[in-house]
């Protein structure tokens, strides 16, 4: 197999960083679409990665949420806490981590970054960015981002590693 030359680096690292970028303005510009343009920005950094390219993915991620930064800085926090980083720790995951109990240990640290981040997203929204959350939520807020968001993450950390696999097939099939 023929080695691939950096620039194909940069240019699907371009590619990604455009896509994500543009889901997250999309998502700032109108406000129900705001959780659909962090998964999708953080689906397009799965792009660089589908290749191996880690400094590539990790660009992306910088570059999108900087370029996103414009349209609104507020809405950008939760991408750059956690759903731009979350794929590229993933990815290390996988490669490094093969011990079953450093991996439980991961999982558990993983959970609580997420938590953390949905914590300081929901006051940064709701404070800076003057989102109204509704009464039930408003309540039991405690209740539902520690355990509803515990048992949330495992699911959708699963997903992020599926939908990472089809990222490699796809991405995969590119000829150049």
């Known amino acids: 197999m023929k080695k691939e030359k950096p620039s194909f680096e940069i240019a699907l690292s371009a590619i990604?960083?455009?896509l994500s970028a543009g889901?997250?303005?999309?998502?700032s510009l109108v406000p129900f679409l705001l959780a659909t343009g962090y998964l999708l920005g953080s689906f397009a950094v799965m792009i660089p990665l589908s290749k191996n390219y880690l400094r590539g993915a990790f660009l992306c991620y910088l570059a999108a949420g900087l370029i996103a930064v414009w349209v609104n800085p507020v809405n950008i926090i939760p991408y750059a806490v956690f759903f731009g980083l979350h794929p590229i720790v993933n990815y290390l995951q996988?490669?490094?981590i093969t011990f079953k109990p450093i991996f439980f240990v991961v999982e558990a640290?993983?959970?609580?970054w997420f938590v953390l981040s949905m914590w300081l997203?929901?006051?940064v929204l709701k404070s800076l960015a003057g989102f109204v959350f509704p009464e039930f939520l408003e309540q039991y807020f405690y209740l539902i981002l520690f355990l509803g968001g515990t048992l949330f993450f495992f699911g959708y950390d699963f997903l992020i590693f599926r939908c990472q696999q089809s990222a490699n097939v796809i991405i995969r099939r590119l000829r150049r």
């Open 109 to 112: 640290v993983k959970t609580v």
């Open 16 to 18: 990604a960083c455009a």
């Open 121 to 123: 997203s929901y006051f």
């Open 94 to 96: 996988k490669k490094y």
């Open 23 to 27: 889901c997250l303005m999309l998502g």
